[in-house]
């Protein structure tokens, strides 16, 4: 599988040295990597389809401070999409409203009908892209409906539907952003943990540091606004374990790579 890592943060916070240690991970997630740093105007999106511990133009840029009050960043195992930079993640673009989204994703879509129409918009193949058009255009549809821009409140009310219908079944650990909040969600347990440092709080598939990492609530979508959790979403319950029907899956999937 894959690895994210996010910040959400008041101020611009310096990564540097937690995105070393992620980049280093990339020795058993070699088939791409991405990197995302996200204001209210834009998203500066970077990425490859080389292994990150490989590539001289990431290491030229670790070389140097790298600041953000949002960032996503994703190293990549393929399981569903070939090995090529349209597969690469963060995904990002523009709702109906003009409001930037970007997305990283961690897991697998095993069946989630809903899905299926995107296999012929996407410019890529994986599942991680048709979860990023799907949310886009049920945002853009109920924003077409009401006739103005969507509250945060109604977004989130929005995505968090989404999100607990889509994660039956199916493994979900997702980190995006729409310039200004950061939501992270996992249904499976001790996949994403969180660390909060003052006005600062990051997030990653596996502790990067000795500091005091924390699992992430799990089976329900989480807000934060400037390093703070500020919604909640509803438990849903959907809780992904391994079991021999996904491996197997996975296995067969592998084979065709």
Known sequence: MCELFGVSSQNDFLVNTY???????????????????????????????????????????????????????HIRYA???NVEYRNCHPFTGRDNTGRRWTLVHNGTIFDYPPLNPYVRKQVGD??????????????????????????????FGLLDEIIGDMAKGNKLNLLFTDGKYLYVHTNCCGTLFYLTKETTTLFSTVPLTEEAWQPLPFTRLL??????????GTN??????????????????????
């Open 19 to 73: 995105l070393d240690t992620f980049y280093r991970h990339s020795d058993h997630h070699p088939h791409g990597w991405g990197l995302a740093c996200v204001s209210r105007t834009g998203a500066l999106i970077e990425k490859e389809s080389i292994q990150a511990s490989r590539s001289n133009y990431l290491r030229e840029r670790l070389s140097q401070p790298i600041e953000s009050k949002i960032l996503l960043a």
């Open 79 to 81: 399981t569903i999409g």
């Open 126 to 155: 994986t599942d991680s892209e048709r979860i990023f058009l799907y949310l886009m255009e049920r945002m853009n549809r109920v924003q077409n409906g009401k006739g103005v821009r969507l509250t945060f409140e109604e977004r």
């Open 223 to 232: 807000a934060y606004e400037r390093g703070r959790l500020i919604r909640t």
């Open 236 to 257: 849903h319950e959907q809780e992904y374990i391994e079991n021999k029907e996904s491996m197997g899956f996975l296995y067969r999937i592998f084979a065709n790579l």
